[in-house]
């Protein structure tokens, strides 16, 4: 804990024992839930919140299965009486204790203090704001036990929850991204409640400070391919006003899925912008193309159309072979590698062999396309050669080019490798 920091009064351990009588059906040894409760300016909640953890202790251990509740909350800095409140229960109940930061240092600074100073084999967490309900932790903890989860999120996208229209359509959006990036469906990417595993957090670490740290732990457990399941919970309305700016934060969310995207599967940003570019390529060459078959020549004005397309072609080609570095340097942390069949594909086209191959015979072939009209210009300062030639061969050394950059840094990346492997390093 930071020198600034104050805890208030020890959490007393209850007997195990009599634990262990409120929950006969489990035969896994008993398990400690450390429940976290960020406040950052809550009067009008904390005190409610922290009773409602209190009162549901006993349903948590005999219905969830754990023999032991410790209830933590840090107060982030709050500049109205939330720190003074939580101090107030806590001297009521020994198995709450409060966290004091004397600046504000963000939610998830606040939860990962809680953490770090919690005891429990499960770590937890709800919003000091009133709009979940602590019982659903006894459901979570039995399903993390029972499916052998690394977290457990409490899904508040039912039918009949409270939540705000455009928060409703924001995590659904963000849903359906992290689905498509991850392969695997959550309906709720940005949950203030749920439960995990003490050991599964440290596959995730480090996670960000501020409010998004819940969509960063969605994205990362997802993208890492830990087990998630989710429990469906009421939300009610909150109490006191929100601390979170719908766009401002959207976008803080949305960065911390696509950052996660590129530390846990970064070729599937190249994939995508890969099959992008090549599509609007075809979009731009497919007229050209249809003329000159029909008429056997290019006009003047289609040089725009080619030189895009020229473009975007060399684009692919560099997106693609940015996938398959990605999925090399992943491969360097001896985190698995991307299994898609297209990234299977793209390993083999970007084979160092064929590499070589297209580094020596594009710019060849490129050379030998506007030969003649390279020898007319340096014979007479002139050329009648078409200017569709000089495109095409210059796109041709542009990919030989690049393909000659990427053989190198795919031979560079399988030395370190080979370094990393051996027994020496």
């Known amino acids: 804990m930071a020198d600034n920091d104050v805890l208030s009064p020890a959490v007393s351990s209850l ?36 009773q409602r953890c209190v009162d549901a202790r006993d349903h948590i251990k005999c219905e ?3 023999a032991e509740v410790e209830i933590i909350v840090v107060n982030d800095g709050s500049t109205d009486e939330t720190g003074v409140l939580a101090d107030e229960m806590a001297a009521a109940n020994d198995d709450v204790k409060v966290i004091h930061f004397h600046k504000k240092r963000g939610y998830g600074a606040a939860l990962k203090e809680g953490f770090r100073q919690g005891r429990g084999e499960f770590v937890a967490f709800l919003d000091a704001d009133g709009t979940c309900d602590p019982v659903f932790f006894a459901d979570m903890c039995a399903v993390m036990r029972d499916r052998s989860a690394d977290i457990v999120l409490g899904s508040r996208m039912g039918a009949g929850n409270e939540m705000p229209f455009v928060r409703t359509i924001g995590n659904r959006v963000f849903a359906l991204l992290l689905g498509v990036l991850s392969g695997k469906a959550v309906t709720d990417t940005a949950s203030g409640m749920r439960v995990i595993r003490r050991s599964s957090l440290r596959r995730i670490e480090p996670l960000p400070d501020g409010l998004q740290f819940t969509p960063a ?104 072979a940015g996938s398959v570095l990605a999925t090399d340097i992943l491969l360097l942390s001896h985190r698995p590698g991307d299994q898609r069949f297209l990234a299977s594909v793209l390993d083999r086209i970007f084979s160092k062999r064929v590499l070589a191959v297209v580094s020596v015979a594009t710019p060849l072939l490129g ?31 542009q990919v030989g080019a690049c393909a000659a950059v990427t053989c190198v840094l795919r031979f560079v990346v399988g030395l370190w490798r080979s370094k990393a492997r051996s027994p020496a390093a």
């Open 217 to 320: 732990m969605s994205a990362r457990a997802l993208l890492d391919g830990m087990a998630i399941q989710e429990v469906a919970m009421t939300y009610s309305e909150r109490q006191g006003e929100s601390k979170l700016h719908p766009l401002r934060d959207g976008v803080r969310f949305l960065v911390a899925i696509l950052t996660a995207m590129l530390l846990f599967r970064p070729a599937r940003a190249f994939d995508l912008a890969a099959l992008v570019s090549l599509f609007l390529a075809f979009v731009a060459a497919i007229y050209p193309i249809e003329y000159f078959f029909a008429h056997g020549a290019i006009e003047e004005g289609m040089i725009f159309r080619l030189l895009m397309a020229s473009l975007l072609v060399t684009c692919t080609f560099m997106f693609a």
């Open 15 to 50: 007997d195990q024992n009599d634990a262990t009588d409120l929950r006969p059906q489990f035969s896994a040894p008993p398990t400690t839930l450390t429940v976290v409760i960020p406040a950052l300016n809550e009067r009008d909640s904390i005190v409610s919140i922290i």
């Open 367 to 397: 050379v030998a396309i506007v030969w003649q009209g390279l020898w007319e210009w340096l014979q007479t300062q002139q050329t009648q050669m078409h200017w569709s030639r000089a495109l095409v061969g210059v796109l041709l050394v």
């Open 64 to 66: 969830g299965g754990v």
